[in-house]
């Protein structure tokens, strides 16, 4: 412990705030960096399909590329309002 | 065997050109036959940097359009006769550059037993960064510890591991390396600046080297010499270091902890 130590402010750092930053950005965009470039308009397609049977929400649906060694798999989910049930 | 080097970051301003000069001449120093091609069409500056600008005749798109031979566009390097300089053009369009051309080019550069060829990519993630990364064998992944520099060396390593040759052949990956330049550990210490660990949590990169802020990159880019001709610099030093480690040599890590001045220690903080 040095004299200027009982100087220091003790809210988070600049650094941190980065680094916290950074580690939430970077995992979220490396979750889209393989995904083909037609799921936007897939996503698109399918929610306008959905709309004439069901009165869903803009983002009530979610399309997913997932990849490991042995596979792909295609994940759409599709929330459905409360009502329509 | 020829390596080739991509000196790649994404982002501009962190050091590429810098780093390109400085590590082909530690290699060439080295004895080894090095070539260094600036990728930059339309603002080619590693002429400048290398200190050979007013030597240039002809350049890499010359070479591809079959306008002069390969040996007629490389320039000796006045300070170390292994090395030679593949300038860009600065008055042709940035898609000038074609896979082929540039494909040829390595091999010619193989053929004529060179063994490394550093690749100064420009910033972005266009035809230039694409073509200068395309054929790597080694990626130097050069950051400066800030939000922007290491989010866009992310972008790029995706870029690497999915758009490059060796992705496309379905080859052993290009080996990726940090460089992380610009870096003040005083300004680490008291928290203003993320620490080389930070940027290697975030990027998952074998640290190649640290680069310190330092005044004596721009001295020697206003002379025109390569940083690590200066070698009682310390960012001379660290280049120096970063190429010993390139080539097998075990060097531990300097420029990550403070030097202590007189005040550092009267007070002794830690």
């Known amino acids: ?85 | 065997m020829t390596r080739i080097i991509v000196v790649t970051s994404g982002k501009g301003g962190v050091g590429k050109t810098t780093t390109s000069a400085a590590i082909a001449m530690g290699v060439a120093q080295k004895g080894h036959k090095t070539a260094v091609i600036d990728f930059d069409v339309g603002l080619r500056n590693l002429d400048l940097i290398m200190g050979c600008e007013r030597r240039v005749v002809y350049d890499i798109v010359n070479v591809i359009y079959g306008e002069a031979t390969l040996n007629q566009a490389l320039i000796r390097d006045k300070h170390c006769e292994q090395l030679y300089i593949l300038p860009a053009s600065q008055t042709r369009d940035k898609d000038a550059l074609s896979q082929e051309g540039v494909g040829q080019i390595l091999e010619e550069l193989a053929a004529k037993d060179f063994e490394y060829v550093v690749c100064d990519s420009p910033a972005g993630i266009e035809k230039g960064a694409h073509l200068a990364m395309y054929f790597a064998d080694d990626a130097f992944v050069v950051t400066n510890p800030e939000v922007a520099s290491v989010r866009d060396s992310d972008r790029m390593l995706g870029i690497l591991s999915s758009k490059s040759r060796r992705a496309e052949q379905g080859l052993e990956p290009i080996k990726e390396y940090l460089l992380l330049t610009r870096y003040s550990p005083e300004r680490v210490r008291i928290g203003e600046m993320l620490s080389v660990a930070d940027v290697q949590d975030i990027l998952s990169l074998h640290l190649l080297g640290v680069i310190p802020e330092s005044k004596s990159v721009l001295t020697a880019s206003n002379s025109g010499m390569p940083v690590i001709l200066d070698e009682k610099s310390d960012a001379g030093q660290a280049y120096a270091d970063i190429v010993a480690r390139y080539l097998g040599e075990d060097k531990p890590h300097r420029f990550i902890e403070e030097k202590k001045g007189l005040f550092g220690k009267f007070f002794g903080s830690k």
């Open chain 1, 1 to 85: 412990m040095s004299l200027l130590d009982y100087f220091k402010i003790t809210k988070a750092s600049s650094a941190s705030v980065a680094k916290e930053r950074l580690q939430i950005l970077v995992a979220h965009e490396r979750s889209f960096k393989n995904q083909p470039s037609y799921l936007p308009q897939l996503q698109k397609e399918l929610l306008d399909v959905i709309k004439k049977y069901v009165n869903v929400e803009q983002n009530a649906i979610t399309v997913r590329l997932e990849q490991d060694e042995h596979q792909e798999t295609l994940e759409v989910n599709i929330v459905l309002p409360e009502k329509s049930r």
